[in-house]
């Protein structure tokens, strides 16, 4: 039979599914607000334009500050489209030597808008849609191209707006139809205790019918006056007591039906629990991997090295296995981007992360830490060959022949190597291998030195 008790196990899986729907809400809603944030941006950065334009990009940015939806943005897209159409007087010249303010304004408004094509790019329906935009950008912006620019990126932040709504409303009614199946768990838990306390009263009732019978046969006995009368008293009361017995299994035998009905209801639905739950974990997992992953270069980012770092210090005090930890910055990143612009120098950091990635070992581990600096683990690896694997891959990178726009631009990277002790953390051991990293950039850089 079962109990309240063994439905806990249950209740608790399905009300931890409930709290990781309610993060993945979080995250969603997290993402519409950076998205919020970077079409407003987008808005200031376009202001000045024209009257016409000014006023429905005010329009815009009223209505991205307060909770709206993608039909109310769809209304706005022909005004706005009229608008940037409508523009009849030209930009300054982008990305030209002639001026400088108009190279820093137009750098500026493409890194804004590389910003929001990294957003955009985390869903899968707008990635191609994205690349396409990208390769628009990474060639020179001109003031024909930007009102079908600005038109493409309104339309595909209404549509990521309106992908997030679809997911989260999905969320929610997988919320409500799971919290209705533990209700109709808990439903059959008390229905179960109901059935039980009947039985125990039909049980009960028996009991108090065949204590009267005997109890009555036995006053009979007592008083009778012959045998032939005797006889007959007996008889009827062994009828009663056939009787008694008769209901008894008859009230049970439907107890036991209606048990068995409602346990093989209760089976079915567990089974769909089972298949919901087993869905939304894949479902759950994926999303998980996906915030462990970097946006631009596709390898982990810092959240998944955290995690890292911390197993395998577990790791090492455990089986006293030698690793290594390398800090990796790419040199001159700064004047890569003054030099060729943001799209120039998302495109090296994407370069460098493949090369990463291609050449480390199965075991191994890399990951963009932030900006332009990445961190490598190398389990089972000690320091003087930590050093000559270090040195293959800043050789590697530094004959990568990278070209932006038909010119060369020259790659290298530096690298701080160090060992990791028992009595580290995940901060004394970065900070370490960190101060090897700038010891390489003062000793000229494209270089790897060990502490």
């Known amino acids: 039979m079962t109990t309240a008790t063994d439905t806990d196990p249950w209740r608790t899986k399905y009300y931890d599914s409930l709290g990781r729907l309610e993060e993945q809400q979080l995250q969603f809603r997290a993402m519409e607000t950076a998205l919020k944030r970077l079409v407003g941006r987008l808005c200031t950065a376009a202001l000045g334009l024209a009257p016409p334009l000014d006023e429905q990009l005010r329009k815009l940015q009223a209505v991205i500050r307060r909770e709206t939806t993608a039909e109310e943005l769809e209304k706005l897209t022909p005004a706005l489209t009229e608008a940037i159409g409508a523009l009849d007087h030209p930009l300054p010249p982008p990305l030209t030597n002639s001026s400088e303010s108009g190279l820093a304004n137009d750098e500026r408004v493409r890194s804004i808008l590389g910003a929001l094509l990294l957003e955009l790019r985390r869903d899968a329906e707008l990635v191609e849609q994205a690349d396409a935009l990208d390769q628009k950008l990474s060639a020179a912006l001109t003031s024909e191209q930007l009102p079908d620019v600005l038109a493409t990126l309104t339309d595909m932040v209404g549509k990521r707006i309106q992908h997030i709504e679809r997911?989260?409303?999905?969320?929610?009614?997988l919320l409500g139809h799971m919290v209705g199946k533990?209700?109709?768990?808990?439903?059959?838990?008390?229905?179960?205790?109901?059935?039980?306390?009947?039985?125990?009263?039909?049980?009960?009732?028996?009991?108090?019918?065949?204590?009267?019978?005997?109890?009555?046969?036995g006053e009979t006995v007592e008083t009778a006056k012959d045998l032939l009368q005797i006889r007959h008293q007996v008889r009827s009361r062994m009828d009663?007591?056939?009787?008694?017995?008769?209901?008894?299994?008859?009230r049970e035998a439907t107890f036991a039906a209606a048990i068995s009905t409602r346990n093989e209801q209760m089976r079915s639905r567990?089974?769909?629990?089972?298949?919901?739950?087993?869905?939304?974990?894949?479902?759950?997992?994926?999303?998980?991997?996906?915030?462990?992953?970097?946006?631009?270069?596709?390898?982990?980012?810092?959240?998944?090295?955290?995690?890292?770092?911390?197993?395998?210090?577990?790791?090492?005090?455990?089986?006293?296995?030698a690793t290594c930890l390398a800090v990796w910055d790419v040199d001159h990143f700064k004047r890569i981007n003054d030099t060729y612009g943001?799209?120039?120098?998302?495109?090296?950091?994407?370069?460098?992360?493949?090369?990463?990635?291609?050449?480390?070992?199965s075991t191994d581990f890399i990951a963009r830490y932030g900006g332009e600096e990445f961190v490598m683990i190398l389990p089972g690896t000690h320091l003087e060959d930590a050093l000559r694997f270090g040195e293959q891959i800043r050789t590697a990178i530094a004959e990568i022949g990278f070209h932006f726009r038909g010119s060369p631009v020259s790659i290298t990277i530096s690298s701080g190597v160090t060992a990791l002790s028992p009595d580290d953390t995940a901060g004394t051991a970065f900070d370490r291998a960190d101060k090897a990293l700038y010891r390489?950039?003062?000793?000229?850089?494209?270089?790897?030195?060990?502490?």
Not at 167 to 173: M, P, R, T, Y
Not at 183 to 212: K, M, P, R
Not at 242 to 249: N, P, T
């Open 240 to 250: 009663a007591i056939d009787k008694h017995l008769k209901d008894f299994r008859q």
């Open 342 to 361: 943001h799209r120039a120098g998302d495109r090296v950091l994407r370069v460098v992360a493949d090369c990463f990635a291609s050449r480390i070992r």
């Open 182 to 217: 533990l209700d109709e768990i808990g439903q059959f838990v008390a229905e179960q205790h109901q059935n039980q306390a009947q039985s125990q009263a039909s049980s009960e009732t028996l009991n108090t019918q065949l204590v009267g019978e005997i109890k009555a046969m």
């Open 440 to 451: 390489a950039k003062q000793e000229g850089r494209n270089r790897c030195v060990t502490v």
């Open 270 to 321: 567990i089974l769909e629990l089972e298949a919901e739950a087993k869905r939304l974990q894949s479902q759950l997992q994926d999303e998980q991997r996906a915030s462990t992953l970097d946006v631009l270069t596709g390898i982990p980012n810092r959240q998944a090295y955290d995690k890292r770092v911390d197993d395998e210090l577990h790791r090492l005090r455990r089986f006293k296995q």
């Open 167 to 173: 997911a989260k409303e999905e969320i929610e009614a």
